[in-house]
């Protein structure tokens, strides 16, 4: 009892409460967030496929990692009150790559090149965060 009293008294001393995070610049993809607070340092997991998600009784300082499809991970410092945390994933991450087919025949090797481009494509197309 006496240890549900003093998470109680830490819980109201450090504003935790039920706190939300909105992702900025999603790729319309799922989003996912990975979260830490003051009371642990285990991270809890949330996915879900709108802009925002609840991530339940949050308090003191902790850490955000988000992440979505196309956009690096973001990690950002929160203190948690029990509001709204933004998340600002970063721009969408662009690779650049070019196939010079140089041994003949060319348009042998040239539909070789095109088929392992697009089977790359569609890898790249399909790993995202799921819920």
Do not use: K
């Not at 340092?41 to 925002?52: A, I, M």
């Not at 955000?64 to 991970?73: L, M």
């Not at 509001?83 to 060319?106: A, M």
């Amino acid at each position: 009892m006496r240890t549900l009293t003093v998470l109680g008294l830490a819980c109201l001393m450090s504003g935790c409460g039920s706190s939300t995070i909105h992702f900025l610049s999603t790729s319309g993809s799922p989003n996912g967030a990975l979260t830490t607070d003051g009371f642990s340092t285990n991270y809890s997991g949330f996915v879900t496929s709108t802009d925002s998600v609840n991530v339940g009784n949050q308090g003191g300082n902790g850490e955000v990692v988000g992440f979505s499809q196309y956009r690096p991970a973001h990690v950002q410092a929160v203190s948690w009150s029990g509001g709204t945390v933004d998340v600002n994933l970063g721009d969408q991450i662009r690779v650049p790559i070019s196939f010079w087919v140089l041994s003949t025949p060319f348009n042998t090797n040239s539909q070789r090149a095109d088929a392992f481009w697009f089977r790359a494509s569609d890898v790249s197309a399909t790993a995202r965060p799921t819920g």
